[in-house]
Structures are given as structure tokens and as C-alpha cells.
């Protein structure tokens, strides 16, 4: 019997000597990582519903009696795959499209779930006075912000880009079993090089996605560790009232919009830089065009130095900085 | 004997009000102090700034540390209870235990489910499944399992029924406490505790009140019991405080030896209950 067990058994207060002086930062970051998502597991829940859905979509159409590739044209009927005789490289692209359109809608309801995550994090644990039991253990205000920060901006993203390919891939070898079976339409089609640059350009838009958003989060936490109640109603009410205020005066006095073109450009600023508005979806006549191919086309170069990328980076490390010292000296248990 | 906290002068304002009014207090190794007050005397306010969770002015030093700029590292030889309704009704008992392995170098996983095991907790049920003296247990498992120099327990029994209550105390006494620990307790329950502690501080509206070791208190303070005919001889004695029993009146003197007053009546040391109501209302009444 070892002496750990030993002494439990016997009831004896733990060893001192046997336990290691301190825990490794990283470990105990790891340790509130996990914790959140205990706390919050529609974190990584509802994307899956929502791939699930997309997946069940997809089944129920294969199964349904008007899927089975066979349209009326002309009063007669006709199997599709004789009407889209699609080339290989349309098929390609298409794949792309599967990519970049299953990775967008788990995207939207993780942001939609994140963002009431953050504007929660810090309020529900000074609501249930759960922080004096948090705080009564070593962990530094700093650490435990940051940690909600890398939940929303680094492990709900990667968990998202995880699913994401999961479920492409099956929605994939779904439909590619279905159209060997002569039922199903050709569509898509497999190439590898291909379907890897739409992954390095999904991971792209999403690793500048989260710089760009990054003060917002951090915005999040600050009225999350601020807000006596309805941190929701604190972020919406004063942009509301400040839109409401700026239009009237504009509208009256004629001055420029100013806080609802700063709005409109920390929305969809990087967008601009990076150049989605000309991005092609779709080729010469009615080919699709690979969301892959955007890796030349599109200017990321830029749009990862823009100046006001990283000026938002500085503002969200300042945010988060103040929502640490916020939940430091904040008493109100 | 080294002192674990040292307070002078500790102020803490909320409005008008002065919830320390320049406190000042020392706590030694190996004690186990009570920190007794009426409701709104400070004896929270006093906690917070010890464990470095509210901002306050003075100077005080916590195991050496400054709990304002040092909190961070001050916690890890430090452990408190606020009171039962602390620990998040989503948590579950497995991922309490896997969060503290995870975060505290000093707790001990087998020490805690050990403890647990005496219960009837099952390790997979959330807290808000738990009944509240369960919560307690559980609360207690954790803390017991961490090998802190210094717990501070804010009414760490409040809500519970006699039963817990006293096997909370029983096992923090038998399975916790040593010379190398102190422990810290605010708590309205006085009668029961008393034999607990080995000094207690009295606080009230912000001032310490009293502050003394229990062996102490016996050759500071004594209780006369006279017939009521006898009261007037002893009520020249200035006692601080005197109340009617049966027919007897039972005074409270401090600084009178036993042999001044054993005459008069019956002696015995005040029990610090009775003490605490005689500060109280000695103080209320200035």
C-alpha cells in the first residue's frame, strides 16, 4: 500500500511533501478551459445539433420520394443526371462550396452561442456568488479571464473547423454512396489538393475573423464583469440609443454618421481589406468557381497587416485588461 | 509563535457608513480565533479584506503578504468557506474534485473521496441534487483535502440543522486542525462553538470590542451571581453589565480578582456568550 493511500485511509491530513509546490500555468489553464465547457456545454453542443441538422436535411432529402434524380420536363420525366452533366472541375468546386457552406453555418451558431457565453461568463458567476468559491482557490483574476477568452476565440473555433470537416465528410460519403447507387446526382468530386486549399482559406477567414472580432469579445467580458443585471440589455441598449440619438441629430442637423459608420466598419471593415465583395463564387457562364482558388485571389496579405486589425487586437487586450481588474476588486457578494 | 495575520488600522467605508473603523488585531499560528459581531459589525467586511477580495485602507499583512497586490499567491496557503450556497448548483461532485487537481498544488484528490465516501454523495450528482448539509459536506470534503496553513470559515453552518452542525465542527477539529494551522471563524451560533475556540475577537459597528485568548478571559472577566438584596454592595463594584435571572442578578466585572468579589455571591467565569451580550450591550448603551 502506498503512503497516500495509507494515509486516507487513516483519516490523516494530506501530505504536504507529497504534493507538488505549484501547478503549471498551462495545466491550470487547461483545467478552466475544461471547467467552461462543463458550465456551458451548448458551447459545443449546438454546433453539433446544427451539423446534425444539416446531416439529417440531407438523409431526409436521399429518402424523400421526389430525390430520387428524377424531374418532369416537358411532361416528361427525366433522370437528372442527364439534364447536369457536370464536369470534373465544376464537381470540384461544388465540393468547395460543401466545404465552406457546412464550416459558415456551424460558424454562425457558435458565434450567436459564444456571444451570450461571454456576456454570461462573468455575471452568472457573481449572481450565484459561485466567484467566492472560484476565488477561494489559486487561480489569478487573469488567468481566469484569459481562459474565457481562449474558450470563445481559440477552442470553440477549432472545435467548429473540427466539426466542420467531420461533417463535410460525411455529408460527402453520404452523397457519393448515394449517387453510385445511380439514385443520386454526381455533384461533387474529390481532390485532394483542392479540398485542402479550401480548408487553408477557411482557417484564413477564421483566424482573421477572430482578430478582427476580438475586441468585441473582450467587450463582452467587460459588461459581463460590470453589469449589475442584463449584461445583453447593455450591450444592445446603448448602441441602439446612440444609433437612435446620432440619426435624429443627422437627420436635423445634417452632421455625418459617425458612430454608425464606425459600427458598419468594425462589422464588415476586414471583409472590405480582405476583398470577399469581388470574391467569385462563380466562374465564366454557370461554372462555380473554388472557394479554394480565393488563396490568390483574395488580399490576405493585407488584410492580416491592416493597421486597424491590430489596433483592434491592442483595444481587445486593454478590454480584457480591464474586465481582469474589474473581476479583481468588484465586490458585491 | 509567528503571527498569521497582522492587522493595524484596517478602514473600509460603504457610503456613510464605516464598516472598520481602524481595526487592528493580530492572529497567531496554531490558534483557532472566532470572530464574533452582531449582524453589520464588520466581521464579513474584515474577511474580505484578509483574503483580498475587497479593497480597504491600512495596513495588513496575511502570512507575510499583502492581500491586495499579493492575493494571488497568498491563496495558495490560504483556504475559506463564505457559506454554504457558494459552490455553482451546475457543478457536479467529480468535476469539483477534477477542478481543485487541477488548480491547487496542495489538494488531495484521495484525501477528499475518502471523505466523501463517508457520505451519501454519489460523485456524479450536481450540487443543486445535493441537500444542503450535503453541500456542506461536500464543501468541506474539498477544503479538508487541501493542505492550507490558514482556513477561514465565514458562517460556514448557517442553514444547517444541529446534526450537521456538529459533525462540521467534530471533523474539522479531529481531521483538520493542528499546531501548524489556525483557523479563522465568524459565527452567530456562539453557544455551540465556544469550546472551539482559543481566542475570540468581538467587533462591533467597526471597532474591536474585545480581543483576547479564552485562557485569558477567565482572569480578565468573571461573572458574580448575588441574591437580589445583595445586588446594590456589588452594583458599587461597577460591573459592565448585569442582568435579572430568577429573582438573581447576575453582573460581569473585569479586572476584579475572585477574592473581591467572592463574598458577594457565586463565581464563575462568563461563558463567551454571555460575555459577547454583555459587550454588546455595554456597547450599545454608550
Known amino acids: 500500500m502506498n503512503t497516500e493511500v495509507a494515509d486516507a485511509a487513516a483519516g490523516a491530513p494530506p501530505n504536504a511533501t507529497a504534493a507538488p509546490a505549484v501547478i503549471h500555468p498551462t495545466r491550470t489553464l487547461q483545467t478552466l478551459v475544461r471547467r467552461e465547457f462543463w458550465e456551458h456545454p451548448a458551447l459545443w453542443r449546438a454546433p453539433l445539433f446544427a451539423g446534425g441538422a444539416l446531416v439529417a436535411v440531407l438523409l431526409i432529402a436521399i429518402f424523400s420520394r421526389h430525390a430520387h434524380g428524377v424531374v418532369i420536363v416537358d411532361g416528361h420525366s427525366r433522370v437528372l443526371?442527364?439534364?447536369?452533366?457536370?464536369?470534373?472541375?465544376t464537381k470540384v468546386a461544388a465540393h468547395s462550396l460543401l466545404q465552406g457552406a457546412v464550416w459558415l453555418v456551424l460558424s454562425i451558431i457558435a458565434i450567436v452561442v459564444a456571444s451570450f457565453y461571454l456576456l454570461d461568463c462573468l455575471y452568472a458567476e457573481r449572481k450565484d456568488r459561485s466567484i467566492l468559491f472560484w476565488k477561494s482557490l489559486p487561480v489569478s483574476d487573469g488567468l481566469t479571464v484569459a481562459s474565457k477568452l481562449v474558450v470563445a476565440l481559440v477552442a470553440v473555433p477549432l472545435i467548429v473547423f473540427a466539426m466542420a470537416i467531420g461533417l463535410e465528410l460525411l455529408g460527402f460519403a453520404i452523397w457519393e454512396l448515394w449517387s453510385l447507387t445511380g439514385a443520386g446526382l454526381s455533384v461533387f468530386s474529390w481532390d485532394t489538393l483542392a479540398w485542402l486549399r479550401t480548408e487553408v482559406v477557411i482557417f484564413l477567414v477564421m483566424l482573421l475573423a477572430l482578430l478582427w472580432y476580438a475586441p468585441v469579445a473582450a467587450l463582452f467580458l467587460v459588461v459581463s464583469a460590470w453589469a449589475r443585471r442584463a449584461p445583453v440589455l447593455w450591450v444592445l441598449l446603448p448602441l441602439i440609443f446612440i444609433e437612435v440619438v446620432e440619426q435624429i441629430f443627422s437627420a436635423i442637423v445634417g452632421t455625418p454618421r459617425y458612430f454608425a459608420h464606425f459600427v458598419n466598419y468594425r462589422v464588415g471593415g476586414i471583409w472590405v481589406h480582405l476583398g470577399i465583395p469581388h470574391a467569385r463564387l462563380f466562374g465564366h457562364g454557370d461554372s462555380i468557381h473554388p472557394i479554394g482558388a480565393w488563396?490568390?485571389?483574395?488580399?490576405?496579405?493585407?488584410?492580416?497587416?491592416?493597421?486597424?486589425?491590430?489596433?483592434?487586437?491592442i483595444a481587445a487586450a486593454a478590454l480584457t485588461y480591464a474586465a481582469v481588474r474589474l473581476r479583481r476588486y468588484r465586490d458585491e457578494t | 509563535m509567528t503571527a498569521i495575520v497582522e492587522a493595524k488600522g484596517l478602514t473600509k467605508s460603504f457610503g456613510a457608513?464605516?464598516?472598520?473603523?481602524?481595526?487592528?488585531?493580530?492572529?497567531?499560528?496554531?490558534?483557532?480565533?472566532g470572530l464574533i459581531g452582531p449582524n453589520g459589525a464588520g466581521k464579513t467586511t474584515a474577511l474580505k479584506a484578509i483574503l483580498g477580495l475587497t479593497p480597504f485602507g491600512g495596513d495588513l499583512k496575511v502570512l507575510g503578504l499583502d492581500p491586495r497586490t499579493q492575493r494571488d499567491e497568498l491563496m495558495r496557503d490560504v483556504c475559506f468557506m463564505a457559506d454554504v450556497a457558494v459552490l455553482p448548483r451546475w457543478l457536479r461532485v467529480i468535476q469539483a474534485l477534477d477542478y481543485c487537481s487541477g488548480v491547487h498544488p496542495r489538494f488531495d484528490r484521495a484525501h477528499a473521496m475518502e471523505f466523501l465516501r463517508k457520505t451519501d454523495i454519489g460523485l456524479n450528482s450536481r450540487v443543486r441534487e445535493l441537500s444542503k448539509g450535503m453541500v456542506t459536506q461536500l464543501h468541506l470534503a474539498l477544503i479538508l483535502a487541501i493542505d492550507a496553513r490558514f482556513l477561514v470559515l465565514d458562517e460556514p453552518t448557517l442553514g444547517l440543522d444541529l446534526l450537521y452542525r456538529r459533525k462540521f465542527y467534530d471533523t474539522l477539529l479531529n481531521d483538520y486542525f493542528d499546531k501548524e494551522r489556525t483557523i479563522l471563524l465568524t459565527t452567530h451560533q456562539v453557544e455551540e462553538v465556544e469550546n472551539l475556540f482559543t481566542d475570540v475577537i468581538f467587533l462591533s459597528h467597526g471597532h474591536i470590542a474585545l480581543s483576547s485568548s479564552v485562557e485569558d478571559l477567565g482572569s480578565r472577566y468573571v461573572q458574580l451571581t448575588v441574591a437580589a438584596e445583595q445586588a446594590a454592595r456589588a452594583r458599587a463594584l461597577k460591573p459592565f453589565y448585569e442582568r435579572e435571572v430568577f429573582g438573581r442578578v447576575a453582573m460581569i466585572f473585569e479586572g476584579h480578582t475572585a477574592a473581591e468579589l467572592g463574598a458577594l455571591g457565586e463565581l464563575r467565569t462568563p461563558s463567551i456568550a454571555d460575555l459577547f451580550v454583555a459587550k454588546m450591550q455595554g456597547t450599545a448603551t454608550t
Open chain 2, 17 to 33: 457608513t464605516r464598516a472598520l473603523d481602524g481595526v487592528s488585531f493580530a492572529i497567531e499560528t496554531g490558534r483557532i480565533v
Open chain 1, 295 to 313: 488563396l490568390g485571389e483574395l488580399n490576405f496579405a493585407g488584410a492580416f497587416t491592416s493597421l486597424d486589425l491590430w489596433l483592434g487586437v
Open chain 1, 81 to 89: 443526371s442527364d439534364i447536369f452533366n457536370l464536369d470534373t472541375a
